[in-house]
């Protein structure tokens, strides 16, 4: 079965329930610090209310662990939704409930609603069959635009679609499923991907996925530094996962037999103190001091991996290269952003909060082609090809 998207459903008269992603940072001023994802949610709202719904949306923020947290309340968003879309957005005052009921049945056509915060229920997080027949039983029709939060198996994401004959995906969902599915299924060659971050264990399922598909795979960040070890690099005080060298051994000898040019550092800046403004200097080859940490690529890897990037058609992009958020360690990570942005004829996927972080740093964001916003998802959809919350859609 295939996933319907919004455009296929009928939603004139009908209450509509959303699955939004609004976990959003929040200032000590109780006032959303990042609005992108409230405005990444307007086209699927807007169109809703467009085609006559009444609509309900719900979303999870932070982690109040089943307990009802003042401070994580989506008040907040719900004022800054109004002041968006320019028409009035109600509170509710839970997300289920009789008092919640009362409200959603007496509300009319073109009334928007942001239900409380999901995750003040234990049983959001627990799947449980009856929370999930009770935010159903507030609607008529069911679309999930939350793809964050889709590859976890969640009441609101996927229990909740059981009850429903009406359902399908919104706009952020489907632009989110194409972008990454054209990754998996015949990407344009040469194929280039780029990963970095802290953890190797965090990427090791990615890479697994990639060495089918893709022509190279450059590797930077922390991560690096545990598969320069399975190769007998010295990595100095960097991090390392010493229970992943075995894996990571296997994972380059793997690529070698597929013939995929795994491109690791050949030199790193290094600190003997990770804070603002101890000395930092370059490597002259890929071993790290006794004293020392890597912070970021030297300038020997960064010029070898804008060559690679220089080549490809397609690039997915997921990691900071080093310690991007203190200068000068973001040297790395900016001059990767720039070779990438400067590909006007290639398909770039760039995903993961510092990733997008570091291309808004940068002032890139315009010149990718798809800036995913699904964190653990994207990893989870590249990995497997599907997520819990649509394949609950298709059932």
Partial sequence: MA????????????????????????????????AT????????????????????????????????????????????LQ????????????????????QVSQLPAGAVVVLENLRFHAEEEANDPAFSRALADLADVYVNDAFGSSHRSHAS????????????????VRREVEALSSLLSAPDRPFVAILGGAKVSDKIGL???????????????AMAYTLLRAQGVKTGRSLVEPEKIDEARKVLQQAQQRGVSIHLP?????TAELS?????????GADIPDTQLGVDIGPHSIAAFRAVVQSARTILWNGPMGVFEMSPYDRGTRSLAQAVASLSSCFSVAGGGDTVAALSQADLTDRISHLSTGGGASLAFLESGDLPGLAALRS
């Avoid at 719900?58 to 309340?73: C, F, K, N, Q």
């Avoid at 002041?83 to 009362?102: F, S």
């Avoid at 996925?209 to 930077?220: E, Q, V």
């Avoid at 603002?276 to 002259?284: E, L, M, N, Q």
């Fill in 83 to 102: 002041e968006l879309l320019g028409r009035p957005v109600r509170l509710a005052p839970d997300c289920v409930g009789p008092a919640v009921q009362r």
């Fill in 207 to 221: 890479i697994h996925s990639l060495l089918p598909r893709a022509d190279a795979i450059i590797i930077g960040g």
């Fill in 157 to 172: 994401v996927v229990g909740v679609g059981r009850h429903f004959e009406d359902k399908g995906v919104g706009f952020l």
């Fill in 266 to 270: 050949q030199d790193h800046i290094v």
């Fill in 3 to 34: 996933l319907k998207t919004i455009e296929h459903l009928s939603l004139a008269q009908k209450r509509v329930l959303i699955r939004v992603d609004f976990n959003v940072p929040l200032t000590s001023e109780q006032k959303v610090g990042d």
């Fill in 276 to 284: 603002a403004g101890a000395a930092a200097v370059a490597t002259t």
């Fill in 37 to 80: 994802r409230v405005r990444e949610a307007l086209p699927t709202i807007q169109y809703a209310l467009a085609q006559g719904a009444t609509v309900l949306l719900a979303s999870h923020l932070g982690r109040p662990r089943g307990t009802v947290t003042p401070a994580l309340s989506l008040k907040p968003v719900a004022a800054l």
